[in-house]
Structure formats: structure tokens, C-alpha cells
């Protein structure tokens, strides 16, 4: 599934996905895969296509025959997600527009302990601020927070389609959208069972 954007006349098709973890199966990640592969040839080659997420792999440092899709400001040695990731974009004629220029070393990975959560908010409180008010401006990726199936308290940013009970992470999402007028695009419209999470354990939704 993808949420059109009509952006300066013309239509952005934006996908948020949350591959598996590294160390979960490989028939996982496989159908995975297979479910984003059929939900991108929905979207006409004519149009333009923006996948924000988290693909859990690296794609290693250098580009090293993977030119066209990886702008050689990457991290860490390629892995098999790394490789997957590369794969797909090429099969899709996209580009991992992350490695195409160069990032503090505190911004080459995105996972957190408690303090480096509190540097990324920091951080994107900044990037936001230098966005003039006048301009529109989309952020796609995960946060890691549950915001709640209801809105209780934050109807003006939260459409009532959520999912699960509300934790931290997800306070500190939807304070932060109320600080700079944003909404939860993604809580405004119903989705089916299996697409209102983006992390799956081997027991349960989180």
C-alpha cells in the first residue's frame, strides 16, 4: 500500500516499510520482499516513487558494482540485507538516496540507547526548524512508538486509525507533530490487520 502526495503538480507515491531483523528467517524476509515487490509494480513507472524505512541492512561503504543506485557514502561491509536492499532498488530503477552524500558519524546508523533517542529528537527538532513555515514538508520513516488505535487528547494530529496501546515513543511522535503543525498521515485511514504494525516477533505484533 502507498499514500499518494500531490506535490507542485505533480504525484509522489510514498511507502513506509520495516524489512525483518537480521536475525529472523529467511523465508521472512523473502515474502517480505515478494509483498513490497507486488505493492511497487502497483505504482505506474510514470510516477514518482519515495520508500522510507528502516531495510535492517548495511550496504557497505563503497558502492563496488552497484554504482547506479548506491552514491558511495555508505557504512560498515555489505551484508546479505545490504545486498537484497541493492538488488531491489536496481530492480526498480530507484537509488538509496542516503548514501548519496556524507553524514556525521553519529548519523550513519539508526539504532539508539535512551540518550542517542534523545540526540535524534534534537536533531530532527533542527532539521524542521530550518524548513520555512510556508513550505510543505513530509516525514517518512519509522519511530518506533506506538501512538494508540484512538486519539484521546491529540485529535489534532492523530486521525483515530492507530494501532495498539499507546507507549513512549509514541507521546514523543505526536508531540512532536503537534510542535510543528504535522499530522500522522498513516492514523487516517483504515488499514487491514496485517499492515497496522511494521515489526513482527515470531509470537506476537509490536
Do not use: I, S, Y
Given at each position: 500500500m502507498t499514500i499518494k502526495l500531490v506535490i507542485g503538480g505533480f504525484t509522489v507515491h510514498v511507502c513506509s516499510a520495516y524489512?525483518?531483523?537480521?536475525g529472523l528467517g529467511e523465508e521472512k524476509k523473502r515474502t517480505f520482499l515478494e509483498v513490497l515487490d507486488e505493492v511497487l509494480r502497483g505504482v505506474p513507472s510514470s510516477k514518482k516513487l519515495l520508500i522510507g524505512g528502516d531495510f535492517n541492512g548495511h550496504i557497505g561503504?563503497?558502492?563496488i558494482s552497484y554504482n547506479d543506485v548506491h552514491g558511495g557514502f555508505g557504512f560498515g561491509d555489505r551484508n546479505n540485507e545490504g545486498t537484497a536492499l541493492?538488488?531491489?532498488?536496481?530492480a526498480f530503477g530507484l537509488v538509496v538516496v542516503n548514501s548519496s552524500f556524507p553524514k556525521k558519524e553519529e548519523h550513519l546508523v539508526t539504532f539508539y540507547n535512551e540518550e542517542e533517542k534523545r540526540r535524534f529528537w534534537e536533531f530532527l527538532d533542527e532539521v524542521v526548524q530550518g524548513v520555512p513555515s510556508s513550505k510543505k514538508i513530509f516525514i517518512g520513516g519509522d519511530f518506533n512508538g506506538h501512538i494508540r488505535s484512538m486519539p484521546l487528547g491529540y485529535e489534532d494530529v492523530l486521525g483515530g486509525f492507530g494501532f495498539g496501546v499507546r507507549n513512549d515513543e509514541g507521546i514523543s511522535i505526536l508531540d512532536f507533530a503537534r510542535d510543528f503543525?504535522?499530522?500522522v498521515v498513516n492514523s487516517n485511514f483504515l488499514?487491514?490487520?496485517?499492515h497496522l504494525?511494521?515489526?513482527r516477533s515470531r509470537l506476537a505484533k509490536s
Open positions: 524489512v525483518p531483523q537480521v561503504h563503497l558502492p541493492l538488488d531491489f532498488a536496481r503543525g504535522l499530522v488499514k487491514k490487520e496485517d504494525a511494521t515489526f
